[in-house]
């Protein structure tokens, strides 16, 4: 993963991603203000982990912020747009395209 790599993270690691991997995050914790427009971050990022959006909002999501790798569960499997790079246990590491 590149040092200057955005990543969407699913909670609750997206919160202490930052400090452990030294990597950026989409939104971390929207309660505490620490991210921009992280209410509306969290919420998307909700939408796109629990399957709730198309494909296609999904990879316009992705490409308008820019991310380039995802952590997650199986459940962000079916957008076609992301390939699985690493598996453990119940989480997995997808790069965008």
Do not use: C
Not at 5 to 34: C, Q, T
Not at 75 to 90: I, P, Q, T
């Amino acid at each position: 993963m590149e040092k200057d790599a955005l990543v969407l993270v699913i909670w609750p690691y997206n919160e202490s991603f930052p400090a452990v991997v030294g990597r950026k995050v989409y939104y971390g914790d929207p309660i505490s203000h620490m991210s921009i427009d992280g209410t509306r971050r969290s919420n998307e990022a909700g939408m796109f982990f629990g399957g709730n959006i198309s494909d296609e909002k999904a990879k316009q999501m992705i490409n308008n912020s820019k991310i380039d790798y995802v952590i997650g569960r199986s459940s962000v499997d079916k957008y076609s747009f992301l390939n699985k790079v690493y598996w453990e246990g119940d989480v997995g590491v997808y790069k965008t395209n």
